[in-house]
């Protein structure tokens, strides 16, 4: 009898490098490491199938999912200004739904039931992995042998150094970091204690933003919503996504450090680092500012809210995430033309913005002679506007109970 199989999402590092054996070791079943490019930067992904191979897997299946990922997952954020609690740009968040799609397709590929992932119990991502697996494969199951096979980090140091595993040991890394191209996690260490202030080598994607370089000026062109060029050059989402980590990056744009709501019920204390998202997620709502009508720039920030807090909890799936994107994408069709930044030490300020397809009136907005507002319409609109206040104010005076505006102390 063939033996069942299991897809384990692998990133090379040493715990999915023993669970390798270790899910072998504890189901019988063969492994098939599946390793997907986000953009986290490091080994190359033909190193890491050799790795995995190495490391026991039965087949390596690797995919460079970077455009993707960035078409298909950090455009839809940036159109709906993702951003849990209104601070975090959704990083790690995002990339699960991706990675877990490669592993359904490697598991019909090689034929497994299972999907493993290196998550703890006490985190948002196994949650993701494992929502996402359900709407897309609900045939599929799914285990984390941190989590469900006791692989603390002491067994696994123990395990790969007993089986000569081709995976570093030594060096300990007291942080649990997550990186993609829309920003990096940092979690955990000395972090755990909400007072200490993060120290510079916990940084790898900005440069102190206490010493930065001269001012970076920069122009970011919007089509519909998607950044389509940088100054003037056009790029692919990616191309631009990384352009802008680079130059924010140097001006040390976009580090946030917050204590979030994990959607276990803990609260965590995060350290972030997204500076293309930042200076992404500013210019596209200084374009909407521009571009979108009242009424549906406000409830589009309720809509916003709720996008986010369904991706942050693992439903990209949904079907309310799509049609939520339905709305998203709809308001996106006047949201074009140019948002012009200065960048320089940890900020990114809008200092212009120009659009064909704007609402913004001069002639309307001017306090000049080129005035075309009717000022004599607003005496009547503000006396219908204010009608309730008046009926409501008349009332109280007649009880007594009028706004009490205190003794002129002149
Ligand atoms: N707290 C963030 C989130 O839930 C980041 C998680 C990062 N994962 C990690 N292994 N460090 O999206």
Same mark, same amino acid.
């Given at each position: ?32 490491a ?12 033909q ?13 390596? *299946? ?5 455009d993707?990922?960035?078409e ?11 951003? $849990? ?15 877990? #799609? ?11 039931d299972? !999907? ?5 119990g ?6 993701? %992995? ?10 599929? #199951? ?5 989590r ?9 140091i123990?395990?790969?150094?007993? &089986? ?7 060096? &300990? ?29 916990? *940084?790898?994607y900005?440069? /102190? ?25 056009? !790029? ?21 450090? !917050? ?24 210019? &596209?709502q200084? !374009? ?20 986010s807090?369904?991706? $942050?909890?693992? &439903?990209?799936?949904s ?14 069709? *006047?949201?074009?033309? /140019? ?20 609402? *913004?009136? %001069? ?26 206040a ?21």
């Amino acid at each position: 009898m063939s033996k069942n199989r299991v897809v384990l999402a692998y990133s090379g590092g040493l715990d999915t490098s023993v669970a390798i054996g270790w899910i072998g070791e504890h189901t019988g079943a063969e492994v098939i490491a599946v390793s997907v490019d986000v953009g986290q930067g490091g080994e190359d992904l033909q190193a890491i199938r050799q790795k995995a191979l190495d490391c026991g897997a039965v087949e390596s *299946y690797v995919a460079d999912a970077r455009d993707e990922f960035a078409e298909e997952y950090c455009i839809p954020a940036l159109k709906a200004n993702g951003m $849990y609690q209104g601070t975090y740009p959704l990083v790690s968040a995002l990339s699960r739904p991706l990675i877990v #799609k490669h592993l359904v397709r490697a598991a019909r590929q090689f034929g497994a039931d299972t !999907m493993a992932h290196g998550c703890t119990g006490k985190g948002n991502d196994q949650v993701r %992995f494992e929502v996402s697996l359900t709407s897309m494969a609900p045939d599929l #199951k799914a285990v984390s042998p941190i989590r469900d096979f006791a692989l603390s980090r002491d067994v696994s140091i123990e395990y790969a150094e007993k &089986h000569a595993l081709p995976i570093e040991t030594t060096k &300990h890394n007291p942080f649990s970091i997550d990186q993609n191209l829309w920003g990096r996690a940092i979690e955990t260490g000395f972090l755990e204690d909400l007072w200490n202030a993060p120290t510079k080598d916990i *940084y790898n994607y900005t440069d /102190d933003p206490a010493f930065p370089p001269i001012p970076d000026e920069i122009i970011i062109t919007f089509d519909k919503g998607v950044p389509v060029a940088i100054d003037g050059v056009t !790029m692919t989402p990616r191309g631009i996504i990384e352009e802008l980590n680079r130059r924010g990056g140097a001006q040390g744009i976009g580090r946030i450090d !917050m204590v979030e709501d994990r959607l276990v019920g803990i609260k965590s204390r995060e350290i972030y680092e997204a500076p293309g998202a930042t200076i992404l997620i500013a210019a &596209h709502q200084a !374009m909407e500012q521009v571009t979108l009508e009242r009424d549906q720039a406000r409830f589009k920030r309720s809509v916003e809210q709720r996008w986010s807090e369904l991706v $942050y909890e693992g &439903h990209w799936f949904s079907p309310l995430r799509h049609s939520l994107d339905a709305f998203i994408e709809d308001t996106q069709a *006047y949201v074009s033309g /140019d948002i012009r930044m200065q960048l320089h030490g940890g900020r990114a300020v809008v200092n212009g913005r120009k659009s064909e397809t704007g609402l *913004y009136d %001069f002639g309307l907005a001017t306090y000049d002679s080129a005035d075309t507002y009717n000022q004599g319409a607003a005496r009547g609109f503000i006396e219908i506007f204010g009608l309730q206040a008046k009926l409501a104010a008349a009332r109280n005076v007649k009880f007594g109970k009028g706004i009490e505006v205190g003794e002129s102390t002149l």
